[in-house]
């Protein structure tokens, strides 16, 4: 079975500072991991995707993630945060072996505030 | 262009009655589904559509029936409403239903029962 766990519910930083939000996984079969945000009010939006290629995955944003398999972790991570980056952040995995069903589970979030 | 719509936006209605949210994708995608996000924030698959065939049904109660009258369309009927049904209900859609394969997701429908 698949599962995700966001480590921190709430994470608030200042303007310009790095941004971390933490993200373990659960999975009996290679997985593939997402991070999905979400605006006030606004649907989810793909930030990044690990698929079995490269472990450290570049988003949209300036946002990034690193696969660490020994520590079965996906954190995100921007070197500056943006007024803008405010919004809730889930992180996702899904079993990537073929013929999988495409079911996603969700972490169950992390709220970024950001500080002037 | 938007990808994936849902209609209506907001949905209130009484206990009881029935109603129900359209969804749509001009992705060319041929799998579809619903999700629902409750009050805090948790995001569950609730149906998986591919190519008008229901694959995934997450033991949601028969009040809810998906519709697929084409792979571009998936709408969610629901009978009997009831508070609990109150929350956000997200469509996506993805190329093939592969784990690998991103979602794309609508703006999402917030039904509130009262």
């Known amino acids: 079975a698949q599962s995700v766990t966001q480590l921190d519910s709430h994470v608030s930083v200042s303007e310009g500072t790095p941004v971390l939000l933490r993200c373990n996984y659960s999975?009996?079969?290679?997985?593939?991991l997402f991070w999905y945000v979400q605006h006030p009010n606004k649907g989810l939006q793909l930030l990044l995707k690990?698929?079995?290629?490269?472990?450290l995955v570049k988003g949209i944003n300036g946002f990034e993630a690193e696969f660490k398999k020994s520590e079965t972790s996906f954190h995100l991570t921007k070197p500056s945060a943006h007024m803008s980056d405010a919004a809730e952040y889930f992180c996702?995995?899904?079993?990537?072996?073929?013929?999988?069903?495409?079911?996603?589970?969700f972490g169950t979030g992390t709220l970024l505030a950001v500080q002037p | 262009d938007t990808a994936v719509s849902q209609t209506p936006k907001y949905l209130v209605t009484q206990m009881g009655n029935d109603k129900s949210i359209k969804c749509e994708q001009n992705l060319g995608h041929d799998t579809m589904y619903w999700y629902k996000q409750d009050s805090k924030k948790f995001l569950k698959i609730m149906f998986s559509y591919n190519n008008k065939e229901l694959i995934i049904n997450e033991t949601v109660p028969n009040r809810f029936s998906p519709k697929s009258p084409d792979k571009a369309h998936l709408n969610l009927h629901i009978n009997s409403l009831e508070l609990g049904d109150s929350a956000v209900y997200f469509c996506a859609s993805s190329r093939g239903q592969g784990g690998n394969t991103e979602a794309f997701f609508g703006q999402g429908t917030r039904l509130t029962v009262v």
């Open positions: 690990y698929t079995s290629a490269a472990t």
């Open positions: 999975s009996s079969y290679s997985p593939s």
């Open positions: 996702v995995v899904t079993p990537s072996y073929g013929g999988a069903t495409n079911k996603l589970i």
